[in-house]
């Protein structure tokens, strides 16, 4: 019994967020026909998402970088391999690590900030008010939102690549002793184009996700400012849970299609 | 003409309304009375298609506006304004940004132009100057009045007012009245009117009717209200807490 109630409650929430990903791509070729896209709510939306996240995802990005020289760098020292260093970190970070980090970083402080804006927005009566003002919430609320997470999160995660290199390399030199010539080469070597695409547009999935995920909690939301707290809370575990299942399957689609047309 | 017909909903095991009937006729004043939570806010809601009854039409200027699709409730929020009971100001925007949301939106206008606009509001409401004040910087019956300028700022035809006085000080509340008369003598504007302050309702009401239990138990003008047999009505105008009417 509890199975099929689970099951049901998740093609539920399934289908919701199809539907509002749907509503939101709707309202966004419906802006750019009638030449009435909100760019100004836009460029908001990705200045705020930047501003907010940028410190963690620096220390973020930072660290994880330095903590991979450290570990991988010792290792091949040993073995002789210290050229390498600076491409396998590099390799990890664009593919893997840097999207799944700021994703999740993103998810924590943008995905909770919308679930709570829209929640407050929901339980006092604003969203209806929009709603009398001829104005669809979808339209006027989740699709700034939606594509400033999309966009903001491929920005950051170049920055994370940036500044993940750049505690790598600080630590490759003083700490492990390689010349700071030895690692980037090794980057420039190792480090393909399609690696870095193919980190970005998970990215780009994964800032749609977040996106997304917030505004449905923050639509959903009822009751008073418990309901807003649990809404806020639902929206960070439910995109980190989404991020890590649907990162495995870009990761196996990604590589399948780097081996088809790109070896 | 706003025609409701056995209009009811149900949330959960309650049933707020219970087949309402009521006829507002255009540019009338129509004052609706009831106990706190028997479903007025519900009722208003009705009408501008926010909820969605579970049985019974809506019907405006001869359409069933439960059948509507978005387009057509957008084009006929048009001309409608709502001042909700919370007043629902937009607490990011500022107080002017709230009341030229529609104007921005749906009108050409330049920005002067939506400006004067939003002043000459504000001055309407007893609040000029208060342009770039944020919502969270009002007191309530400031954004009560707030809300009231952003439910007139597109001259609409029909307007549903939730406690338009509710919280504001009785020369507020007198002047708030004057401004109705006034909309509906300059513009023949159609109202609905939530509220408890009967001295209000005496005032710019052309019809009260009383919601209890889920329907309406009377309708009819101020004299004939005050003059009703019907002790339901009796009770709630002397605001008795003994009589037939049970508080829920
Ligand atoms: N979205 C909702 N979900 C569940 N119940 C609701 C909802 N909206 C209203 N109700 C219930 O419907 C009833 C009527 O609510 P409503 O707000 O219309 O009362 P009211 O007549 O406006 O009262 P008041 O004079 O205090 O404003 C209440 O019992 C309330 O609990
Ligand atoms: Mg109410």
Redesign the interface.
């Known amino acids: 019994m509890i199975a099929i109630k689970l099951l049901k409650d998740l093609t539920n929430l399934f289908g919701s967020l199809t539907i509002l990903f749907l509503q939101s791509i709707y309202w966004t070729i419906h802006g750019i026909r009638t030449g009435r896209f909100g760019m100004k709510n836009l460029m908001e939306q990705m200045s705020r998402i930047g501003v907010d996240s940028f410190p963690m995802v620096a220390l973020t990005g930072f660290s994880t970088g330095a903590v991979l020289v450290v570990q991988i760098g010792y290792q091949f020292a040993q073995l002789g391999a210290q050229r390498y260093v600076g491409g396998v970190v590099s390799m990890a970070m664009a593919r893997e690590l840097a999207p799944i980090l700021t994703s999740i970083v993103v998810a924590g402080r943008i995905g909770s900030s919308i679930a709570a804006?829209l929640g407050?927005?929901k339980i006092?009566?604003?969203i209806?008010?929009?709603?009398?003002?001829?104005?669809?919430p979808v339209d006027y609320l989740v699709v700034p939102r939606f594509w400033g997470c999309t966009f903001m999160l491929v920005i950051l995660t170049v920055f994370t690549n940036v500044v993940g290199m750049i505690g790598g390399s600080i630590i490759a030199v003083h700490q492990i002793g390689l010349t700071l010539a030895t690692f980037s080469d090794s980057i420039l070597q190792s480090l393909k184009i399609q690696d870095i695409v193919g980190g970005l547009l998970k990215s780009m999935v994964f800032g749609g996700l977040i996106g997304t995920i917030g505004c449905y909690k923050g639509f959903t939301t009822e009751g008073g400012a418990e309901g807003v707290g649990k809404s806020t809370t639902g929206a960070v575990v439910l995109a980190i849970m989404f991020i890590l299942a649907v990162n495995y399957f870009l990761t196996v689609g990604i590589n399948n299609f780097n081996m088809a047309y790109l070896q | 003409m706003i025609i409701i017909s056995d209009l009811s909903k149900r949330f959960g095991p309650k049933e707020v309304l219970k087949g309402i009937n009521l006829k507002i006729y255009d540019g009338e004043t129509l004052v609706i009375l009831g106990p706190s939570g028997c479903g007025k806010s519900v009722l208003l809601?009705h009408i501008?298609g926010?909820l969605k009854p579970d049985g019974g039409q809506v019907i405006i200027d001869g359409d069933d506006i439960t059948s509507f699709n978005?387009k057509k409730?957008?084009?006929l929020?048009?001309r409608?304004?709502?001042l909700?009971q919370?007043a629902?100001?937009?607490?990011?925007l500022t107080v002017e940004e709230n009341i030229a949301?529609?104007l921005r939106?749906?009108t050409g206008l330049s920005d002067i132009a939506i400006h004067h606009i939003v002043s000459e509001k504000l001055e309407m409401v007893g609040l000029p100057g208060a342009n770039y004040l944020m919502p969270s910087e009002l007191s309530g019956g400031m954004r009560k009045r707030v809300g009231l300028a952003r439910a007139i700022a597109m001259e609409p035809e029909i307007i549903l007012y939730d406690e338009p006085t509710t919280g504001l000080d009785p020369i507020m509340t007198c002047a708030i009245d004057e401004l109705h008369l006034s909309l509906k003598e300059r513009l023949g504007v159609t109202s609905i009117v939530v509220t408890h302050d009967l001295n209000s309702a005496y005032r710019i009401g052309d019809r009260l009717a009383l919601h209890y239990g889920g329907q309406i138990v009377a309708i009819g003008t101020k004299n004939e209200i005050i003059n009703s047999p019907d002790p339901l009505v009796q009770q709630f105008i002397r605001g008795e807490a003994k009589g037939p009417m049970t508080l829920l």
């Open positions: 804006e407050t927005m006092t009566e604003q209806d008010a929009l709603e009398t003002m001829a104005t669809d | 809601k501008i926010l978005h409730l957008d084009s929020r048009m409608m304004g709502m909700f919370s629902a100001l937009f607490d990011s949301f529609g939106k749906h």
